[in-house]
């Protein structure tokens, strides 16, 4: 039962490098989502991909990118690292229905 | 004013007590009602979804909808130490061909052996 499964767990950036994180579904979902999640501001959507081949900002899209490579993954790229981009990180999907969503267990993000 | 409000706590009980834990919401167009449960370094874990006005139970929780107050609440029964960690309301609406999903902030719940 893996679900959704990103990876890192856990990375360190310093300010100015590029990362990506990366996400898989095994669940046939059609969307999928990335949030952040910071202390007393909840889950915000960063970016999401209603289907295969398409993607959407959310609230706070500013400073990522994203790729929908198959209906399976999807990916999160910081370009230029900023200390305000230092989150937790989930990734999420959700079925045609839609009612429910799930999420990856998390990616810890400390930029220095 | 956030679409979703929910009391940030911290909630602390003893064991054996009954939980309330409870969201606003001012968007009358949700149509699914859901709560997570997430443990410390841990995803959000869905518990419980309705998408109707009225009480859906599931062993010792119960959630409940009130849409014409735009009020949902989640009951914890014989609450367990197990049951500490951070309730999540969450609320989605179809937008456009995919499920747009609002989240409250967070209740922390501390049940004390």
């Known amino acids: 039962n893996a679900g959704v499964t990103q990876t890192p767990k856990f990375q360190v950036l310093k300010t100015g490098q590029s990362m990506t994180l990366q996400c898989a579904q095994d669940?046939?979902?059609?969307?999928m989502y990335w949030y952040r999640q910071d202390p007393g501001m909840g889950l915000r959507l960063i970016y999401y991909s209603a289907s295969e081949g398409t993607t959407d900002k959310g609230e706070v899209p500013n400073g990522y990118n994203v790729s929908r490579l198959n209906k399976r993954e999807f990916s999160l790229r910081l370009e230029s690292a900023a200390p305000s981009q230092t989150s937790v990180y989930f990734c999420a999907s959700a079925g045609l229905t839609g009612n429910t969503i799930y999420f990856g267990e998390g990616s810890w993000l400390t930029v220095v | 004013q956030k679409e979703v409000e929910q009391d940030p706590g911290p909630l602390s009980v003893p064991e054996g007590a009954i939980v309330s834990l409870n969201c606003t919401y001012s968007?009358?167009?949700?149509?699914?009602f859901m709560w997570y449960r997430q443990y410390s370094r841990k995803g959000p874990e869905l518990l419980m979804y309705t998408y109707s006005s009225g009480n859906k139970e599931d062993g010792r929780f119960t959630a409940q909808v009130d849409k014409s107050s735009k009020y949902i609440s989640l009951f914890i029964r014989d609450s367990q130490p197990s049951d500490s960690a951070t309730y999540l309301c969450?609320?989605?609406?179809?937008?456009?061909?995919?499920?747009?999903?609002?989240f409250g902030t967070g209740t922390k719940l501390q049940v004390i052996p």
């Open positions: 669940m046939n979902h059609n969307s």
């Open positions: 968007n009358s167009a949700f149509q699914y």
């Open positions: 969450a609320m989605s609406l179809n937008s456009g061909g995919y499920q747009k999903v609002t």
